[in-house]
């Protein structure tokens, strides 16, 4: 009987790709204990690892998918940047977000955004607000005066300094400006616990009452005034 020889053709048949989601598995580092999700497809031509550039591959060309390397050393297994740490936000991100708090009243959101000891000067005020409590709670006051119709709108804030931003602004009612609105203010920030926060803040507030030339002349008199008697001025 003659020889019969078989021969295995192997022939290539349509897949579907399918997704395996693999249980997230903890990495342990000095300081933090980060967990990652990975995902392997079943066709190689579309196959997606997340931060697979972050681990060794172990593959042979007959390998459906990629394996991970049960070899791994500490120094091949880093976490995104995303979540080893993430930025300061800028002075005047923070400004912003100060900003937005009291034109939504939500008051809970500007907390973490004022230091414990922060001093804050609203100069139609005598004296100026210190610590946070008492920021809040003129604020608190402040924002159950007024409608909600009235809002703060930023014209220009400066973004150069991560210390120490200066802000001009106005009221404005339903998106229309309030009249004697204008005003400019001052912060400083400091990090604090790993987060900015501002230590310092100024307000000054267009007058309704414009005296024009007649504040020179009131310099000019109360600086005679100064010169005839010094002594005046350890009343201020």
Same mark, same amino acid.
Request: aromatic share 12%.
């Given at each position: 009987?003659?020889?019969?020889?078989? +021969?295995?053709?192997?022939? =290539?048949?349509? $897949?579907?790709?399918?997704?395996?989601?693999?249980?997230?598995?903890?990495? /342990?580092?000095?300081?933090?204990?980060?967990?990652?999700?990975?995902? $392997?497809?079943?066709?190689?031509? /579309?196959?997606?690892?997340?931060?697979?550039? @972050?681990?060794?591959?172990?593959? $042979?060309?007959?390998?459906?998918?990629?394996?991970?390397?049960?070899? %791994?050393?500490?120094?091949?297994?880093? =976490?995104?940047?995303?979540?080893?740490?993430?930025?300061?936000? /800028?002075?005047?991100?923070?400004?912003? &977000?100060?900003?937005?708090?009291?034109?939504?009243?939500?008051?809970?959101?500007?907390?973490?955004?004022?230091?414990?000891?922060?001093?804050?000067?609203? %100069?139609?005020?005598?004296?100026?607000?210190?610590?946070? #409590?008492?920021?809040?709670?003129?604020?608190? #006051?402040?924002?159950?005066? +007024?409608?909600?119709?009235?809002?703060?709108?930023?014209?220009? +804030?400066?973004?150069?300094?991560?210390?120490?931003?200066?802000? $001009?602004?106005?009221?404005?009612? #339903?998106?229309?400006?309030?009249?004697?609105?204008?005003?400019?203010?001052?912060?400083?920030?400091?990090?604090?616990?790993?987060? @900015?926060?501002?230590?310092?803040? &100024?307000? +000054?507030?267009?007058?309704?009452?414009?005296?024009?030339? %007649?504040?020179?002349?009131?310099?000019?008199?109360?600086?005679?005034?100064?010169?005839?008697?010094?002594?005046?001025?350890?009343?201020?």
């Amino acid at each position: 009987m003659a020889a019969m020889t078989i +021969i295995m053709i192997s022939i =290539p048949t349509t $897949t579907t790709t399918t997704t395996n989601s693999i249980a997230p598995f903890p990495l /342990s580092s000095s300081s933090s204990t980060f967990n990652f999700n990975y995902f $392997t497809t079943g066709s190689r031509t /579309s196959t997606h690892i997340e931060y697979i550039d @972050r681990f060794s591959l172990r593959s $042979t060309p007959t390998d459906s998918n990629p394996v991970l390397s049960s070899t %791994l050393s500490e120094t091949e297994i880093s =976490p995104p940047p995303s979540v080893v740490s993430s930025s300061l936000d /800028s002075a005047s991100d923070v400004v912003r &977000r100060f900003y937005d708090g009291i034109n939504s009243r939500n008051l809970s959101s500007v907390v973490d955004l004022i230091a414990e000891d922060c001093v804050y000067e609203d %100069l139609v005020f005598p004296q100026p607000f210190i610590g946070r #409590k008492a920021i809040l709670e003129f604020f608190e #006051k402040f924002i159950y005066t +007024i409608s909600q119709d009235l809002q703060f709108a930023i014209d220009d +804030i400066s973004g150069e300094d991560t210390s120490a931003i200066g802000v $001009t602004w106005h009221l404005e009612w #339903k998106g229309k400006p309030f009249p004697f609105s204008k005003g400019c203010s001052f912060y400083r920030l400091e990090v604090v616990n790993g987060q @900015r926060k501002i230590i310092y803040g &100024r307000d +000054i507030v267009e007058p309704a009452v414009k005296p024009g030339d %007649l504040a020179l002349v009131a310099i000019r008199g109360v600086t005679w005034l100064l010169q005839q008697f010094p002594q005046l001025a350890d009343r201020f």
